[in-house]
């Protein structure tokens, strides 16, 4: 898939997911991001101050390099990320060999209810992303 | 490759100051942050080692306003110049939109700077990328120290080392004080903005 320009239609479609499957359930914010660092979608409750310019391009070289560490120990990827805190957590998944999906959550939220819910919405952005052909800058 | 967001009207833009260790590349972010504090909404991002030597990367994004309608927003990373991170450097270069190359321009740094430069090149093709093709603009960095009595090479020499075949923007700066910090930045901001206008166009 090529993402460098995606259409009006998909980002809606794109956000309504992260609204409905993720905020709605208690994400505090959820942003879908490439491995450069671009801030793809990004949706949240609302109380959610994080920058989340600076957030998506630590997170992408975060994910990079472990990423790189996979590798070395001859693992293809770790594709699945997760950072727990006293309050807050973070959670990375892959979407595809471009994309990130993060989710930041707070302890109310279970980690293997948010599990559940972050894999239908990968697929679902997989899907949304490949119904048009998209052209790169 | 710049990320173009349709629904929200913005350009997201990549652009990297790359170079030899100890060259000036965070001090051109630095001085940026500095000077165009109050249009800078969020504070810079720097991932340094103790020694204050960076480790993988600054970050400092800003909006330059309005093009055609849409909001840019530029994206500022600088790489870590030591020699043994080749690996963060690379990684920092994914989705590179325009590359600054800070050069040193003292005499004992002549070397350092021609091997970045090859390694850059090489650096790019491993994303398909070609350094002839990309927004690209050198700065010739720590000329202020001629006034020190410290070797500087001559613009000749430095250009005829780095800049001969590439033939980009060059221009002599103090990232420090902040010469022409601010004229390399507009450059290769023209340059970015072009380049990308020409690929959707």
Redesign the interface.
Known sequence: MN??????DQ??DI?NTLKEDLVDIGVECVMLI???????AKCDNGKCTV?T??FA??A??NY??VD?MAKLVGETEFSLLFHKGEKASIHFSKVNEELLLITMFNKELSLGFLRLKVVEVIEKIRNICGQTKVS?? | MAFINIRNKEVQVKIVYYGPGRGGKTSNLEYINDKYRQRIKTEMVSLKTHGDRTLFFDFLPFDIGQIKGYEVKIQLYTVPGQVKYNATRKLVLKGVDGIVFVADATKERRESNIQSLNQLHENLKSYNLDLFKIPFVMQYNKMDLKKSDIPVLPVEILQKDLNSRLRAPAFEASALSGGNVAVTLKRIIALTMTSIQKELL
């Open positions: 993402y460098g320009f995606v259409n009006q980002l809606e956000d490439d491995m450069a660092g671009n801030t793809i920058d310019y600076a391009a630590l992408a070289g990079a390099t790189a790169a800058t």
